[in-house]
């Protein structure tokens, strides 16, 4: 999946692809949950909350980057760590009631994969996936989609520390500033 992660930069978080992604886990995993999780338990809740923190995260760090890439790089990060979260909730999903967790040659797993190519994609692309197939095939298909986003995010966070490094953060920056007015 090689893909930059962001699309115009005029739209803000909406157009990132970890975000848009994000968005498909969430939607689906609400849907998954709804058919094959008891809604009283925790789980259930708890499922719903990492897929929601993953997309909210995003947001809220690139809404943050114009003033603070550490914290960016945090909330990014975070995002990350829910929909790890969420991954491991899948593939307990899977193993609990004796379902097979595809491994990424699997041949419906590479149909999914290749649905991230879809121009106009969004999570009517996949419905049929997670509220028409069996548990089997949906929890897989959400593993799909969390380890896309994954991908996405870990690219993220690579080229956000690059930045970083590059040019700090804003405090750096206003640092310097200061500093250079300072000396003149």
Request: aromatic residues 10%; hydrophobic residues 35%.
């Amino acid at each position: 999946m090689k893909q930059d992660n962001l699309i115009p930069a005029h739209g803000g978080y909406r157009h990132l692809k970890s975000f848009q992604h994000a968005e498909l886990v969430y939607d689906a995993t609400v849907k998954f949950c709804d058919r094959f999780i008891d809604r009283r338990s925790r789980t259930h809740d708890q499922m719903v909350q990492a897929a929601r923190s993953g997309r909210q995260n995003i947001a809220e760090g690139s809404q943050a980057s114009g003033t603070s890439k550490k914290f960016e790089l945090k909330l990014i990060g975070v995002a990350r760590a829910s929909l790890e979260e969420l991954l491991l909730d899948y593939e307990d999903f899977l193993r609990q009631r004796g379902l097979a967790l595809w491994g990424k040659n699997h041949a419906t797993a590479q149909v999914v994969r290749r649905l991230a190519y879809e121009e106009n994609r969004s999570y009517l692309t996949y419905r049929s996936y997670i509220e028409e197939a069996p548990p089997e095939v949906a929890a897989n298909t959400l593993v799909c989609l969390i380890h896309q986003t994954n991908y996405l995010l870990d690219q993220q966070l690579r080229q956000l520390e690059q930045a970083f490094l590059k040019e700090g953060g804003f405090t750096e920056r206003l640092y310097q500033s200061r500093s250079r007015s300072r000396k003149q």
